[in-house]
Structure formats: C-alpha cells, structure tokens
C-alpha cells in the first residue's frame, strides 16, 4: 500500500514537473554566451588534464559550469572552485560542488561534473580542482590543486555545451 502511495506522489510530480516546463520556454537567439577553460595540472597528477565550459545567459541570469577531467586518481574525492585573486593570494573562493554531493573520479580515473552557477564566473579569475587524499573534503585550502584553468584565458565558442569528453 506505502509503495502505491508512493508512486501516485511521483507520478503527480512528474506530472506537474511536465507542465511547468511546457510553459517555460528558453530565450531564443544569442542569449546563451558559452565560454571554455583548458585546465593544466599543478600537483601530484602531471598527466591530468581537463575543460570546463560555462554557459551563461545574461538575459535570464542562467549560469551552468560543466568540467571534465581524465588521468586523475580512479575512485579519489575532488572538489571543483572558482577563485577571485588579489595580486598572488586568494581573495576568496566558491565552491562549485558540495561536500553533501561528493565528487568522486571513476574507476578510469575520469570526472565529469555539472553544476548550475548562481553568477555568471566573469571577473572571477581561476577554476580550481582539489583533489582529497583523506577521502573528506576539508575545503579549499584542506585539498591539494591538481588541475588550475585561469578563467581570463576563457575562449568564446559556439559549440553546445553538452558534457562530452576531451577523449
């Protein structure tokens, strides 16, 4: 009985789900400007590699950041942040993911991470990918930087920002 409950609730949501995006249609035209960061290791994993691409639309205040990086520790735990410099010391950080949504590499030693922005990451300055040798993320500075992208290298590109991989 609790599972025909159950599922009557999540048929009603996905229901009223459908119909609010029905209503929902996105901007048309050139609205969307999307933006891509090449990301060099720093640290421990010198063939790491790795792309993060933002898509932001300025018209609707939609931002989304999309990485993908390969030749990192299979199984290890990451955390992905946006930094704001001054000079050579960190001004403050921002924390793409969430130490209650772990980021973990796959058994290929491959991340892939989608996460909506609450800002579009212009006059920020560097995306930043810790890596978390004790398996709990301890925040920025209790993480060691494997990948690095400055975010004033950002190329503009008109290909969809879809979550594929470098290879």
């Not at 599972?3 to 229901?15: E, I, K, P």
């Not at 933006?35 to 790491?48: D, I, K, N, Q, W």
């Not at 018209?59 to 000079?87: C, F, N």
């Amino acid at each position: 009985m609790m599972l025909r409950r159950t599922m009557v609730l999540v048929v009603a949501l996905a229901g009223s789900m459908a119909c609010a995006s029905e209503s929902y249609s996105p901007p048309e035209g050139g609205a969307w400007q999307l933006a891509r960061v090449y990301l060099s290791p720093t640290g421990p994993f010198r063939e790491a590699t790795g792309v993060t691409v933002f898509a932001c639309n300025l018209a609707e205040t939609q931002h989304r950041l999309q990485l993908y990086a390969e030749k990192v520790r299979p199984g290890a735990l990451y955390s992905v942040w946006i930094v704001t410099m001054d000079g050579n010391k960190v001004a403050s950080t921002w924390e793409a993911t969430s130490r209650w949504r772990p980021l973990r590499a796959d058994a290929q030693g491959v991340v892939a991470f989608v996460s909506n922005l609450p800002w579009c990451p212009v006059g920020r300055d560097v995306v930043v990918v810790k890596y978390h040798p004790s398996g709990v993320n301890r925040g920025f500075w209790g993480g060691i930087t494997v990948l690095k992208g400055y975010l004033r290298t950002m190329e503009e590109t008109s290909e969809p920002a879809d979550g594929g991989g470098t290879g």
